[in-house]
């Protein structure tokens, strides 16, 4: 597990508290900002749970997880984009860091599950 990356997904999360609290206080802001928070910040909580996992499956089943969630945060960070709830350019660098993370969950479970048909 990666020092690096706990810290990565936790100032992650809190780029999505700051974002979420500066949407409009409206019932489409209000939905998806509620949306947005719970499975963005779930991300970095399900890696940490990864890491005390007690097996490599154990493992593969925490990082999937950790892999809807991210994949669930872009969905919600595209519509709040394309509803216009926030700036289109002031989105780009957290939606290209979801990108970046979704990425890189996505790989290590790969490597993982490979690494478990092998064993």
């Not at 100032?11 to 489409?28: A, G, H």
């Not at 399900?46 to 669930?72: G, Q, V």
Request: aromatic residues 8%.
């Amino acid at each position: 597990m990666s020092v690096e990356f706990k810290e990565r997904t936790f100032q992650f999360s809190m780029r999505i508290v700051r974002l979420v609290e500066k949407l409009p206080t409206n019932v489409s802001g209000d939905v998806f900002g509620r949306q947005l928070l719970r499975c963005a910040t779930s991300v970095g909580a399900n890696y940490r749970a990864a890491s005390r996992a007690k097996s490599d499956k154990d493992f593969l089943n925490k990082m999937k997880i950790c892999e809807e969630e991210i994949d669930e945060t872009l969905y919600w960070l595209e519509l709040i984009k394309h509803a216009g709830l926030f700036s289109a350019v002031k989105m780009q660098a957290i939606i290209s860091e979801a990108d970046e993370l979704c990425a890189i969950i996505t790989s290590i479970c790969k490597t993982t599950a490979a690494k478990l048909r092998q064993a």
